[in-house]
């Protein structure tokens, strides 16, 4: 559920420390680390991030806030946050997201006059107002907060102690014991969330009973003024985004948002438990800390009541920053999902897109788990990674689970500041009539980020107006002069199988240009011809784009696509996706590993014949289950049949054509080599044991 971190906090050091840290399974130091700050009545828990890890075994980073001037980019944390289960006044206090530079770092905790920590409604980080009798200011109160913070609290617990209460429903009997800061809520009791300056005495407002916190950043989680229903003590996890932002040398933006997402990872739609807010942060108030980072943590406090505090974390900003875009495109129609345009037609073909973005942090993004759900609606084609540069990597088909609609795979590649994007396409088709097609949810894992991200909802309606083309899939031309001076297309348009059709524009696509034409008039079973000048085709593949919309209603058919090809039809065939060589055991220098079957590189070229065409390879060394850190200690190679030898890793030309057979529009490559030549595998030494991968990448060239 959440990140393994739990060598980058430490305990509050002081001797009423009630705070742990917990293992996801409350064994093994294997899941998620779980911070708990209270579990038990009259208790003071405090736990922070480590400015300076002490443990060698391994590199640790700092665990921090940075406020410096050149840090513009937000800091996210997001957490998972449970406040236990219990009704309003029979519940503990609550506890408190706190950014600190008191001098008693780890040390820091509200405390009584006395020393003794402050428990109840302090929650750990308030001042202590810890007797009415006393002759006390604001400033007072203020002196025994922590220091140089600033907090946000979860308060779960109304402290409505006032001039005429006794022990009732949210109030503490014992005098000694503030019990008063939320008085001025009373006309309102409810569970709610306020930031400010623990340390500074305006957050303080004394009266004849006591003092009251002055709520001016308040959020209840019961108001029907905002609509929100609920409370934190619902027995439920809740989860929390803070952004922390610097607008200069002087100011900072905190904002939080909670239940940003639902228990699933997936966005929270709904305002009735959503709640955020920001607030301008005065970076002064901190007094310089050390090298512009900001110790941050939990505390928390009980009274007679108590509940179970805990929190686990998903992302920390000065370990690791990225974050998810998330779309989907109907490539039939050629549009992106979205609030205008959120209807695709039966049968459109959809790209589900989840661009990974790298943004900072000294940690690279690695072995990167990509959960993602498609609607049952939609029925999966193919998947794969797109990297920078053109890189791509396919996806298996057996990375999706057609019963649970679910892609499950493990990104080959480590994002970072040399590699910052990669995008998983999903490729698939329409299916299923519907209204509100659910989002197709995906979830990201790692070892120092968990990031979640939902597509647009969508429609998927029926196209009650079709089109047809003659040729129904385009042309192939010998070369440009052996096309006309104009290419005649018909379109046939239907709607709903009427006689007499509604005015209709036809769009047409072709080198980049959209041109279009109105068309009035027209029957079911008569054509309207649109004409393409010969200029608009070049040597090679052209594409020509066809839809039609309904002037009136703007209602829009699917694109039809031809292909025209002219002069040079040059392409790969069937070239394998995995090939292999002969196993070995560790093996010798020199020695030469022969190919296994199966290996396949087909060129097709239906050109005129005669024309040339040249082939090439490339690779780099093979690694070990894609660790670029164990390769073998080996070269690939093309061992030419006059004995002479190219290693691939310089792309060497490997075979040329036009075929020697006149006539002949296929060339199995492979049937060229023998069990001794073509493509080998040329050790250097002996090996460990283990399976090496590479890519060979094959260019072909037409040479005219």
């Known amino acids: 559920m959440g990140l393994n971190i739990a060598d ?10 009630n705070a742990k840290i917990l293992d996801g399974n409350s064994v093994q130091r294997s899941l ?8 038990g009545p009259g208790q003071t828990g405090a736990i922070w991030s480590d400015l300076e890890p002490d443990n060698m075994s391994e590199a640790l980073e700092s665990n921090y806030i940075d406020i410096s001037k050149d840090q513009h980019e937000p800091q996210t944390l997001s957490m998972w946050l449970y406040f236990g289960k219990g009704k309003n006044g029979h519940i503990g206090d609550g506890m408190a997201f706190v ?7 780890i040390k820091a905790i509200s405390r009584r006059k006395s020393g003794k920590v402050g428990d109840g409604q302090t929650l750990g980080v308030w001042g202590y ?12 109160i203020a002196t025994r907060a922590i220091q140089n913070s600033f907090a946000i609290e979860f308060d779960t617990f109304p402290d409505l102690g006032g001039p005429n209460t006794s022990n009732q429903g949210g109030v503490s009997s014992d005098i000694d014991k503030g019990n008063s800061f939320d008085f001025g809520l009373s006309s309102r009791p409810s569970q709610h969330i306020f930031m400010g300056y623990p340390d500074n005495a305006d957050t303080y407002e004394k009266h004849n009973f006591g003092f009251v916190l002055r709520h001016d950043n308040l959020q209840l989680t019961d108001d029907p003024d905002t609509k929100h229903k609920g409370q934190l003590t619902d027995g439920t996890w809740h989860h929390m985004t803070i952004t922390w932002t610097n607008l200069d040398d002087k100011n900072a933006n905190l904002k939080y948002e909670l239940n940003d997402k ?13 709640i955020s807010s920001n607030a301008q942060v005065d970076l002064t108030h901190f007094k310089k800390p ?3 980072r900001l110790r941050w943590g939990f505390t928390g406090s009980t009274g007679d009541e108590f509940e179970n505090n805990l929190i686990i974390f998903e992302s920390v900003p000065s370990f690791l920053s990225g974050n998810v875009e998330p779309s989907i495109r109907d490539d039939t129609q050629n549009m992106v999902i979205s609030d205008e345009f959120k209807s695709v037609y039966e049968g459109d073909d959809l790209t589900f897109n989840y661009k990974l973005n790298y943004q900072s942090g000294p940690k690279d993004w690695e072995k990167i788990k990509s959960l993602i759900t498609l609607p049952s609606q939609v029925k999966f084609q193919s998947a794969e990674v797109i990297y920078p540069y053109g890189k791509t990597e396919v996806i298996s088909q057996d990375s999706f689970n057609q019963k649970d609609s679910k892609l499950t795979y493990v990104l080959q590649k480590n994002l970072n500041s040399k590699l910052e994007t990669a995008t998983i396409r999903i490729h698939a088709n329409a299916q299923t009539l519907g209204n509100n097609i659910g989002t197709a949810h995906g979830r990201f894992e790692s070892k120092y980020l968990i990031l979640d991200g939902d597509t647009h909802e969508f429609d998927i309606v029926q196209n009650s107006l079709t089109i047809k083309t003659d040729p129904a899939e385009g042309k192939n031309f010998q070369d440009l002069q052996s096309i006309k001076e104009n290419q005649k297309i018909a379109v046939y348009v239907n709607k709903n199988d009427l006689t007499a059709l509604p005015d209709t524009t036809l769009y047409y696509k072709i080198k980049g240009k959209t041109n279009l034409k109105t068309i009035t008039g027209l029957e079911r079973g008569k054509a309207a011809y649109i004409e393409i000048d010969k200029g608009n085709f070049e040597i090679g593949q052209n594409i020509l784009e066809i839809y039609a919309v309904d002037n009136q209603t703007k209602e829009r058919s699917r694109t039809v696509k031809l292909e025209y090809n002219v002069g040079r039809d040059l392409r790969f065939g069937d070239v394998s996706e995995e090939v292999y060589f002969q196993q070995i055991n560790e093996g010798y220098k020199d020695e030469l590993v022969r190919r296994k079957k199966g290996w396949k590189v087909e060129v097709i070229d239906n050109r005129s014949t005669g024309n040339p065409w040249k082939l090439y390879a490339e690779a780099v060394a093979l690694s070990k289950d894609g660790n670029t850190n164990q390769q073998l200690d080996a070269d690939l190679i093309f061992k030419h049949k006059a004995g002479n030898i190219d290693f691939l890793e310089s792309g060497p030309m490997i075979d040329f054509g036009p075929s020697v057979v006149p006539g002949k529009k296929s060339t199995q490559i492979t049937d060229h080599w023998s069990k001794d030549d073509g493509v080998l595998l040329k050790l250097n030494g002996r090996n460990k044991k283990g399976t090496y991968k590479t ?4 260019s072909l060239y037409d040479t005219i």
């Open 129 to 140: 107002d810890y007797k009415r009798g006393m002759n006390l200011t604001e400033a007072d």
């Open 8 to 17: 980058y906090f430490k305990l509050g050091d002081f001797p009423e420390n």
């Open 32 to 39: 998620s680390s779980i911070l708990q700050v209270t579990d």
């Open 695 to 698: 890519q060979i990448c094959w």
């Open 262 to 274: 639902n228990n699933d990872g997936s966005k929270n739609r709904s305002p009735e438990n959503y």
């Open 290 to 292: 050390a090298s512009n």
């Open 99 to 105: 950014l600190q530079n008191d001098p008693n770092g």
